[in-house]
């Protein structure tokens, strides 16, 4: 999993004996497939198996500066990192 991504678990819970629990009728395994293409019309095809497992042990991390000016200043960063990134291509 990349940087900066996050897993949530909204739908599920542990069972006192450690299991995985949904309140919602869902999969514990699921596979998901991604079809697309670039610009230049070439195709491209990903495929990830995801469990619920990994839901179940969710920890998470946030950058210090969350406040409005620093979330601006990491927007700024980012985009310029997409840019710098398309330009090289």
Known sequence: MGP???LTNVYGHRRGDGTAAF???VPLDIAV???YEDSHG?????????T??????ETTT????TDEKGIQRRLVQALEAIARGVANR
């Open 52 to 57: 619920s497992q990994t839901l179940m042990n």
């Open 42 to 50: 070439r195709q491209y095809r990903d495929s990830y198996a995801l």
């Open 33 to 35: 497939t991604v079809d």
């Open 23 to 25: 309140d919602e009728d």
């Open 62 to 65: 946030s950058p210090s500066n």
């Open 4 to 6: 900066g991504r996050r």
